[in-house]
Structures are given as structure tokens and as C-alpha cells.
């Protein structure tokens, strides 16, 4: 059990983890948008 | 709760990215342009009748039934349209994808806002505006990672089949995190976002979905939602096209890159608008904030009108505020819902308002596509091409102008008052 961490530091670590789990996606998606929008000014 | 609701957004979102498969099914499939959007078309359709029809039922029996309702569907979707692409029977891509994925679609889009206004109850708008952005932000993710993969699977049956695959499989498994995060608030939980003063999720009126459709504010708010929707799909329809004609006579012509662009950055307007103008609602109030989307998104596609050839970063500028404002028109409409008529059966009455999304992306390009057409057989190019629908846009906006100066808060007599379910929730 306490190799497992508090309630509360658990309850931490999948905060963390759902928001990177959602957010990590939507940076690459971000990514790729500037990457194509830079064109308007670039192309 | 954010995070789960963000996980079934950003998946559903997918749909904005589905112009990425119509080149390749128009090849594999000897398809038309039409036939290629009508998986597009029938999903949306279907978003706004299970929306409509389902809403009362995700009320029942709660977000963690609906987002698995809306996993196994929009799953379910992408693996029947394997199938069709891989045996070449197109009519299953569109009963996948557009049928049973729009299912999907519809329920996952209503599943979280509920339960994040009732989380959030002194911050409504910043919470269902951060699920929404998710499905702006939905195409984002999916348009260069579908392109990807059908250019290592290949853009013959079998690679557009493996693609619907293994967008089915990680779909589903990207969406369980919200059926597995998800929860609602307790009844009497007053603390909304940590603060002590918030008021309680089930404080102030409380209207019925089925007595809500008999006041005249929903019905003044689906007008309000249409015509904020039409305008938006007028220039996300003809955004390509639009500036290269705007500028093709002029020293800066814009060249197909630069168009690209162009569309992508109105995409971010699109997501930011979501989050930014809908949290700006929470300051400023609902009211005042649709004033902003339907009378400056009038100004801007008069501006547009009146000086847009002139200058490139004015015509781009417009635009982007325009978009800003279609993304923020989507994000708003849960907490203005909520407002009028209260928590109680909030996602089923934003079910039944999500017609007028599917009206709108019927209408929209049809009006745009119709207009444009007909200055093109009357001989007018250029900007000339466009005058037409940019003065209908402005019309539309303008009787969405009048829809949101309507509304007034709900008279008592549709209240709810012998509801048991609100007075056990109230006697807490």
C-alpha cells in the first residue's frame, strides 16, 4: 500500500496524467496548425 | 472532470476533419464531390436528431452512460466504414461513419455540459467552454494525423479501410478515459471551482426540457444559434477559394499555400473563440456577449464587403473575428441555457436547441454554394463573386441580432414545481 503513495498524491498523478493525456495530442495538433498557418505570410 | 470531457470532444471533433478521406474514397471509389460528403452531411444530421431525441435519456441515466453510448457508436462508425472501404461498398461507409459515427457524435457532444454546469455553477461558461474548444480542437489533432496514416496505409481501399480501422480502435480507447474519469457533482455541492459563495448547482429556475420548448426564449435562441451558425459556415465554406478571388487582381495575389493557410488559421480562431469569448460570457453576461457575436460579426462582414480587397490583413483580420465569434456562439449557448432555464434538464433542452447546428449546416452551404454559383453564370468574379452572400450574412446576423433582444428571463408559470426529483435535490 504505501509504495502506492497517499490518497491525495494519487489523486495528483492522475490529474497530471488525464491532463497530459488529453493536452499532448492537442500540442501536436497545435503544432501542425502554426506550422500551416505560417504559409499564409511565408507562401 | 475537464479532462474527460475533453477526451470525448477532441475525438468527436474528428468529423470537421473529414475532408481529409474525400480525395481518396472519390479515387478508390469512382466517387463525385456530393457522394463524398454525404457521410459529412447524414453525421451531422444525425448529431442534431440524436442530440434532440437522445438528450432526455443522457439526463436519465447520467455521462458516464452517454459517453459510452458515444464511444461504442462513433467506434462502431469508423470499424463498419472499414469494412465498406475494404469490400468497396460504399453505402456502409456512409451508414458507418454518417448513421451510426453521427449517433456518436451527437450524444458525445451533449454528454459533458450537464454535468461540467453543475460542477461549475458560478463559472458556466469557461467550463463548457473548454469542451467545446475540444471539438474545435478536434480537427486540429485528426487533419494531419488521418492525412499521415493514409499516406503510410496507402489511399487504395485497403489503406482507407486500415485508416477507419485504426481510428476506430484509438478513438475508443482515447474516449474511455472520460467514461472512466467521469462523475457528478453531489446534490448539495455549493463550492464551484473552490469558491465558498458559489451558488448551488440547482439554485434559481428550474424548466423542464419538454416545457422549455414551449417558451418563446428557446425558440428565440435556436434562431439566434442558426443564424450565428449560417454566418460562420458562409466563410469557412468559400475561405480558400474567397481570398484568392478577393486578391487575384490586385499586387498580392494569395497563391494555393497561402490559402491553405488561411483556412488553418481560421480553425485556431474557431477553437480559441470557444474558449476565450465563451469564458469572457462568465464577466460580461450572456446577453451582451451574443450582441458582440451577431452585431460586430455584422460590421465585420460589412467591412469585408466595403474595404476587404483593399487590404489583405483587414480582410484577414474580419474573418478571423468572424470565426472567433462562430466558435464562441457554439461554446456560449449551454450557459445561456442555463441561465434561462437552469441545471435541471439542461443537456436535453441544449440536445433539442443542437437542431438548429444541423438546420444551419444545411443551410449554410446551400446559400453560399447557390449565390456563388449564380454571380459566376451572371459573369462577376473577383470580389464581385461574393457581394451577394456577404449581404445575405449580414441579413441573417441581423435577425439574430433581433432573436437574442427578445429574450427575456422565463416566466414562473414554466417552472418546475412539483418535479420530485428537484424538491428531494432543494431539501438537502
Redesign the interface.
Known sequence: MSSSGSPSERRTGLIVLSWCWVGLPLAYGVYELVRKATQLFTG | MP??A??VH?SIGQAYAWSVFKPPLEEALQLSGTQSALPFQLAIVMLGLSAAFGGTLVERNGPRWAMTVALCCFSAGFLLSALGAWSEQYWLIVLGYGGVGGVGLGIGYISPVSTLLKWFPDRPGTATGIAIM?FG?GA??????SAQMLESYGSGPGGIAAAFLTHGLVYAV?MA?GVL?VRVPAPDRTEGAGASVAPAATSGPQVSARQALRTPQFWCLWIVLCMNVTAGIGILEKAAPMITDFFADTSTPV????????V??L??ANMVGRIGWSATSDLVGRKNIYRVYLGVGALMYLAIAQLGDSSKPLF?LCALVILSFYGGGFATVPAYLKDLFGTYQVGAIHGRLLTAWSTAGILGPLIVNWVADSQESAGKSGPGLYGLSLTIMIALLLVGFVANELVRPVHERHHLRKEPDVQQRQSV
Do not use: C, K
Open positions: 479532462p474527460a475533453l477526451s477532441l475540444g480542437g486540429l489533432i485528426a487533419s494531419p494525423w482515447f478515459l474519469l497563391s494555393a499555400a497561402a490559402s491553405a493557410g488561411f488553418a488559421l480553425s485556431a484577414v
